[in-house]
């Protein structure tokens, strides 16, 4: 099993920035790929961005790229999404995942999920 426990959401204006973090625990070492993914509200959940753990590849949707950014803290068994040039459009529920298998930006690759955390950009 492992355990994600997103943090740092929040309500910030647009053009603000804002850092996500997820907390991992458990069998970690047994996840292959770590993700973003985000929901707002009356629309599906999206794929935000990913994180290859064996090679720290990093993958984004389109509509992120240059603004968002992940990283990780090994020490920390921590996954980061900093978020900048933040735009109202972003307001969601943002969830971080793992998966075991071979990476995917589909919600199918991602067999453990956090609780999520809420961002709210204010125009």
């Known amino acids: 099993q492992v355990q994600l426990v997103e943090s740092g959401g929040g309500l910030v204006q647009a053009g603000g920035s804002l850092r996500l973090s997820c907390a991992a625990s458990g069998r970690t070492f047994s996840m292959h790929h770590m993700g973003w993914f985000r929901q707002a509200p009356g629309k599906e959940r999206e794929f935000v961005g990913a994180l290859k753990l064996s090679d720290v590849s990093t993958y984004y949707v389109d509509s992120v790229k240059g603004r968002f950014t992940i990283s990780r803290d090994n020490a920390r068994n921590t996954l980061y999404l900093q978020m900048n040039n933040l735009k109202p459009e972003d307001t969601a529920v943002y969830y971080c995942?793992?998966?075991?298998?071979?990476?995917?930006?589909?919600?199918?690759?991602?067999?453990?999920w956090g609780q999520g955390t809420q961002v709210t950009v204010s125009s």
């Open positions: 995942a793992a998966g075991p298998g071979v990476y995917t930006s589909s919600r199918a690759g991602y067999i453990y």
